[in-house]
């Protein structure tokens, strides 16, 4: 059995759109993350992020490939494996209020995977087990029978990963989990699924597209652009020695909160030209040359494929070619 919790191997999740058009959400994807392991997964929005993130908890079927979960196919897991692969793998979604049944109280939501897997024997231990996740997270017993629009957006999200790990789930996949909240708010979120991934042993795949607070919960950082991995590394790695010309626009983009210090950065910022091209049908070569002053010929023929230069830092890019 593979020591991975998760192994992704050439993943491509496609979309027909009509008329003989393909939208290539994923496109040959591979990574892997250890137990333990947060690995952030990171790019401009509509990079094929998300849909990557679904595809490896099964709740987007394949296009091709292969996703294992402790050495088992996602995708063909059947009966009571299937079961337990839904019990052990959970998401966190990004609208804390879009992913909350407003019908429901929030004990009936926390207690919904509880019932589901037959995780209680009587009402007082299923409300024992409703009142401890609700105090994990940072909310009280008296939330228990009140609903979902009556939370901050903050709160909100705390009863989204209460929800999550009622099950006792070994794998996370956090989908942008604090984009809709307050900044204020953002840095507390991320410092608890922190603390819960120490207490509770678990693994994350955290989406997102702030490079800042990536960089502050993962132990290592996968780009993604228009549907392809470009670089993987670890995070102190990625931001010290970015090495693909897109993964270096995104951290010079990093905004600082020191007025001198972002006016005088001004003029080293990596500024792209042009739009992200379409990924419908997407032309040949890499995805990035449209927008990258280092493109050459081969990079209009040929797709550059991922690959080791040392350390475990992963690229694909034509300039390392000969490296």
Known sequence: MSQNVLEVKNLCKYFEVGKGLTLKAVDDVSFEIAPGETLGLVGESGCGKTTCGRTCIGLYNKTSGEVLYKGKNVHELKGKEKLNFRKETQMIFQDPYASLDPRMTVADIVAEGLDI????????????????????????????????????????????????????????????PISALDVSIQAQIVNLLIKLQKEMDLTYLFVAHDLSMVKHISDRVAVMYLGSMVEIT?????????????????????????????????????????????????????RFKGRCKYAKEICSQCMPTLKDIGNGHQVACHLYDEK
């Open 234 to 286: 670890s995070s102190e790695e990625l931001y010290k020695n970015p090495l693909h010309p897109y993964t270096q626009a995104l951290l010079s983009a990093i905004p600082i909160p020191d007025p001198e210090v972002e006016i005088a950065r001004e003029k080293t910022r990596i500024k792209l030209e042009g739009d992200v091209p379409s990924p419908v049908n997407p032309a040949p070569g890499c």
């Open 117 to 176: 897997h037959h995780m209680t024997s009587n009402k007082k231990e299923r409300s024992e087990k409703i009142y401890h996740y609700l105090d994990l997270v940072g909310l009280n017993k008296e939330h228990a029978n009140r609903f979902v629009h009556e939370f901050s957006g903050g709160q909100r999200q705390r009863i989204g990963i209460a929800r999550a790990l009622a099950v006792e789930p070994k794998f996370l996949v956090l989908d942008e």
